[in-house]
């Protein structure tokens, strides 16, 4: 069971490349969603998504966009990479909207832009 | 400023110790989730709390969410070095709670030595 992958692992952009971030779960998990970490920060809600087809802002979607076709996978897309997007970001995965489940981290993936 | 407030953001102790960590939010919390974090990996689960008063344990660790659930602490009894790393505390702030959609604090970095 690999739980929550995220790929790659480590990436340098150039500023305005573009890329995507993948992020796959294998629990058939309703709900995905996708954070930065920045130092002094804690975690910051980007995007997220309740199921296939239905995505939604988090606190920091600006730069950012998703779409959700499958229920295991959740891309993240830098339109136009900028410095301030040098973070580490993380794919998380639940259960649906019962309150009492944890949500799966996948290990992150740390993104600088020069 | 953080919706979720964690204390300290750092903390030195010798190992064998007893220390607490605790997570404020001027809001109701429908949801509170602890998760430890090691530097460059992803976000271990280690527990939730939904209840007014309720109280979790497992092995030296013990969280609890108040009577109000507006605060909650996670408090390691006898530490040891391999409780050392970043814990963060995440909650949901709406009434309709997802662990894929929390806010969270700042984190606070404990190192344990021996």
């Known amino acids: 069971n690999a739980g929550v992958t995220q790929t790659p692992k480590f990436q340098v952009l150039k500023t305005g490349q573009s890329m995507t971030l993948q992020c796959a779960q294998d629990m058939n998990h309703e709900y995905m969603s996708w954070y930065r970490q920045d130092p002094g920060m804690g975690l910051r809600l980007i995007h997220y998504?309740?199921?296939?087809?239905?995505?939604d802002q988090g606190e920091v979607p600006n730069g950012y966009n998703v779409s959700r076709s499958t229920t295991e996978d959740f891309p993240l897309r830098l339109l136009s990479a900028a410095p301030s997007q040098t973070s580490v970001y993380f794919c998380?995965?639940?259960?649906?909207?019962?309150?009492?489940?944890?949500?799966?981290f996948g290990q992150g993936t740390r993104l600088t832009v020069v | 400023s953080q919706e979720l407030e964690q204390s300290p953001q750092s903390l030195i102790v010798q190992e064998g110790k007893n220390l607490t960590i605790n997570c404020t939010s001027s809001?109701?919390?429908?949801?509170l989730y602890w998760y430890k974090q090691k530097y460059g990996e992803g976000l271990i689960f280690l527990m939730m709390l939904q209840k007014g008063g309720e109280e979790k344990s497992h092995e030296k660790i013990t969280a609890k969410l108040d009577e109000k659930k507006q605060q909650s602490s996670l408090h390691i009894t006898a530490s040891q070095p391999s409780h050392a790393g970043i814990y963060l505390c995440g909650a949901d702030m709406g009434e309709e709670t997802s662990g894929s959609r929390l806010t969270f604090g700042e984190g606070t970095q404990l190192t344990v030595n021996p």
């Open positions: 998504s309740v199921g296939a087809g239905i995505t």
């Open positions: 809001k109701t919390l429908y949801g």
């Open positions: 998380a995965s639940s259960y649906d909207r019962e309150w009492n489940t944890e949500a799966f």
